[in-house]
């Protein structure tokens, strides 16, 4: 099975940067799109950022847009978030995933693998 890890999380103050990785195992890694998810307590799962297989086409939930960049390093198996400006308003679990195809889709029902998240704390 496709194992997704992420690293990077932690606690920064509003204004600050933080830059979260997903190292994935287990499938060929520029076949899927890449997603990053991010979950605040009670609140629902939401979408943030998806990168196509080949890294050529990006797509961001308006809340991030701006100020978060999404890539990937094929080679590395990697798939980065950078998160800029950071608001405490992005303070959730952070969350990559594997779609189970190349679409870019920001539905949380089209990825296949999810790995076990990171926490963002953004203060004030």
């Known amino acids: 099975q496709v194992q997704l890890v992420e690293s990077g999380g932690g606690l ?3 204004g600050g940067s933080l830059r979260l990785s997903c190292a994935a195992s287990g499938r060929t890694f520029s076949s899927s799109a890449m997603g990053w998810f991010r979950q605040a307590p009670g609140k629902e799962r939401e979408f943030v950022a998806v990168i196509s297989g080949s ?3 990006t797509y961001y ?3 991030v847009k701006g100020r978060f960049t999404i890539s990937r390093d094929n080679a590395k198996n990697t798939v980065y978030l950078q998160m800029n400006s950071l608001k405490p308003e992005d303070t959730a679990v952070y969350y990559c995933a594997a779609e ?3 679409f870019c889709s920001y539905y ?3 990825y296949e693998y999810w790995g076990q998240g990171t926490q963002v704390t953004v203060s004030s």
């Open 55 to 57: 890294g050529g086409t």
């Open 108 to 110: 949380q029902g089209d």
């Open 61 to 63: 939930a308006d809340s």
């Open 12 to 14: 920064v103050q509003a």
């Open 100 to 102: 189970s195809g190349n």
